[in-house]
């Protein structure tokens, strides 16, 4: 299994930095934040790509805009809603310019006052450009992530995202700790989005809490994950999310690298 680390948890630094210290730490690819201060659109890649060279991008992270969940795809006004789908294709741009095979974003929260059924068809509607932009070659996966908060919150919800709009660049960005956070049996969410789980998010939970902690630290069973991920063939990345240990990152890297690899060796 090929175990990333986010540069999310980075952001005291510099993105080129990010990358060499990732890099140096072992792991086997990195994703990168697609906001502020690291690569929001339009993020020149030149850069990047020389602070990469041969290192694997997991994935693209643009579940946040500016350190927020808002504007998100399916705000009432639709100005915001045109500045989430904007920023997106420009998440897009950039994994096509840098190699990353996936972008992700998230539903974020309802808007006071607003349906689920007004916030699920304004969803739909916003991800019809996101795709048809993500299909001009080379095509650039998008997996939506399900969160605690939001109104895509479950793997339920997430799984009749993805049967309304029927399309194969559409999946999930799956949050190991969100599923926990939701009460959810790992083996039965993955089961049902087998097939459409473009990046894995890792971090352990202690109970229910959603706090993103080192693997090893909390109470989630990484065996049960494991064994889940083995029993749909997952073959993608795990991509350690850790955001919380900003003021130390390295250590923190090394720790959950040394816990991962004893559960999921190469």
């Given at each position: 299994?090929?175990?990333?680390?986010s540069?999310?948890?980075?952001?005291e630094?510099?993105?080129?930095?990010?990358?060499?210290?990732i890099?140096?730490?072992?792991?086997?690819?990195?994703?990168?934040l697609?906001?502020?201060?690291?690569?929001?659109?339009?993020?020149d890649?030149?850069?990047?790509?020389?602070?990469?060279?041969t290192?694997?991008v997991?994935?693209?992270n643009?579940?946040?805009f500016r350190?927020g969940?808002?504007?998100?795809l399916?705000h009432?006004?639709v100005?915001e809603?045109?500045?989430r789908v904007?920023y997106?294709?420009?998440?897009?741009?950039?994994?096509?310019?840098?190699?990353?095979p996936c972008?992700?974003?998230?539903?974020?929260?309802?808007?006071?006052?607003?349906?689920?059924?007004?916030?699920?068809?304004?969803?739909?509607?916003?991800?019809?450009p996101?795709?048809?932009?993500?299909?001009k070659?080379?095509?650039v996966?998008?997996g939506?992530?399900?969160?605690?908060?939001?109104?895509?919150?479950?793997?339920?919800?997430l799984?009749?995202?993805?049967?309304?709009?029927?399309?194969?660049?559409?999946?999930?960005?799956w949050?190991?700790?969100?599923?926990?956070c939701?009460?959810e049996?790992?083996?039965?969410?993955?089961?049902?989005?087998?097939?459409?789980?473009?990046?894995?998010?890792?971090?352990?939970i202690?109970?229910?809490?959603?706090?993103?902690?080192i693997?090893?630290?909390?109470?989630?069973?990484?065996?049960?994950?494991?064994?889940?991920?083995?029993?749909?063939?997952?073959?993608?990345f795990?991509?350690?999310?850790?955001y919380?240990?900003r003021?130390?990152?390295?250590?923190?890297?090394?720790e959950?690298?040394?816990?991962?690899?004893?559960v999921?060796?190469?």
């Amino acid at each position: 299994m090929r175990i990333a680390y986010s540069t999310n948890a980075y952001v005291e630094g510099t993105l080129e930095r990010a990358i060499v210290e990732i890099r140096d730490l072992g792991f086997d690819g990195v994703e990168i934040l697609a906001d502020e201060p690291h690569a929001f659109p339009p993020a020149d890649p030149t850069a990047i790509r020389a602070a990469l060279g041969t290192f694997p991008v997991s994935n693209l992270n643009g579940n946040t805009f500016r350190g927020g969940f808002l504007p998100n795809l399916a705000h009432p006004e639709v100005s915001e809603r045109r500045r989430r789908v904007e920023y997106l294709k420009g998440v897009i741009d950039l994994a096509r310019a840098i190699g990353a095979p996936c972008v992700c974003t998230s539903s974020g929260p309802l808007a006071a006052g607003q349906s689920r059924r007004s916030a699920r068809e304004l969803l739909l509607t916003s991800l019809e450009p996101i795709l048809s932009y993500a299909e001009k070659p080379p095509v650039v996966r998008v997996g939506i992530e399900y969160e605690p908060g939001h109104f895509v919150a479950d793997f339920r919800a997430l799984s009749e995202v993805l049967e309304e709009m029927d399309h194969p660049l559409l999946g999930a960005n799956w949050d190991v700790g969100h599923a926990v956070c939701a009460g959810e049996d790992l083996g039965d969410a993955a089961e049902v989005l087998a097939g459409r789980i473009w990046n894995v998010h890792v971090e352990d939970i202690e109970g229910r809490v959603h706090r993103h902690l080192i693997p090893g630290r909390g109470s989630i069973s990484f065996e049960e994950l494991r064994r889940a991920l083995e029993r749909i063939r997952y073959e993608g990345f795990l991509t350690l999310e850790i955001y919380p240990y900003r003021d130390r990152p390295t250590e923190a890297g090394r720790e959950s690298l040394a816990f991962l690899r004893r559960v999921f060796p190469r």
